[in-house]
C-alpha cells in the first residue's frame, strides 16, 4: 500500500526552524509530485508546499512563501520541508501527500490532487 511516513515535528519557540520528512516504504517517489499539507482541529486539509517529480516546480501557500522550503533528495528517497522562522499559526498537523501524476494538477496544491497519506508529524510553536 502506498502510504507516506512523515517525521521531524516537535516543539520550537516563535522564530525557530525544523525540517520535516517525507518518505515511503517499498516504492520509490521520484516518479510522483509530492504535497505537505496541514491540518488543525476543525479546519480543512490545507497545501503548504508542493512539487513535481523533479522538484523543478516548487508552489507555496502565500502564508509560508519565504519562510518554508520544499526539497527532494531522489538518492535517499526523501522530501523535506524546511521551515524557518516559525509562527504560532504554523502550528498543526503536518502531512506529506503522493500526487496522482509525476506534475501537480492544474488546480495546484490541494488536497484532491494527493493521496496515500501517512499519521502526519506534529508540529507546535509557542510564542
Known amino acids: 500500500q502506498l502510504q507516506t511516513v512523515e517525521s521531524g515535528g516537535g516543539l520550537v519557540q516563535s522564530g525557530g526552524s525544523l525540517r520535516l520528512s517525507c518518505t515511503t516504504s517499498?516504492?520509490?517517489?521520484?516518479?510522483?509530485?509530492i504535497g505537505w499539507f496541514r491540518q488543525t482541529p476543525g479546519k480543512e486539509r490545507e497545501g503548504v508546499a508542493c512539487?513535481?517529480?523533479?522538484?523543478?516546480?516548487?508552489l507555496y501557500a502565500d502564508s509560508v512563501k519565504g519562510r518554508f522550503t520544499i526539497s527532494r533528495d531522489h538518492s535517499r528517497n526523501l522530501i523535506y520541508l524546511q521551515m524557518n522562522n516559525l509562527k504560532s499559526e504554523d502550528t498543526a498537523i503536518y502531512y506529506c501527500?503522493?500526487?496522482?501524476?509525476?506534475?501537480?494538477?492544474?488546480?495546484?496544491?490541494?488536497?484532491?490532487?494527493?493521496?496515500?497519506w501517512g499519521q502526519g508529524t506534529q508540529v507546535a510553536v509557542s510564542s
Open positions: 512539487t513535481d517529480h523533479l522538484g523543478d516546480v516548487r
Open positions: 501527500g503522493i500526487g496522482l501524476s509525476y506534475n501537480v494538477g492544474p488546480a495546484g496544491c490541494v488536497r484532491d490532487g494527493f493521496r496515500g
Open positions: 517499498g516504492y520509490f517517489l521520484d516518479a510522483y509530485a
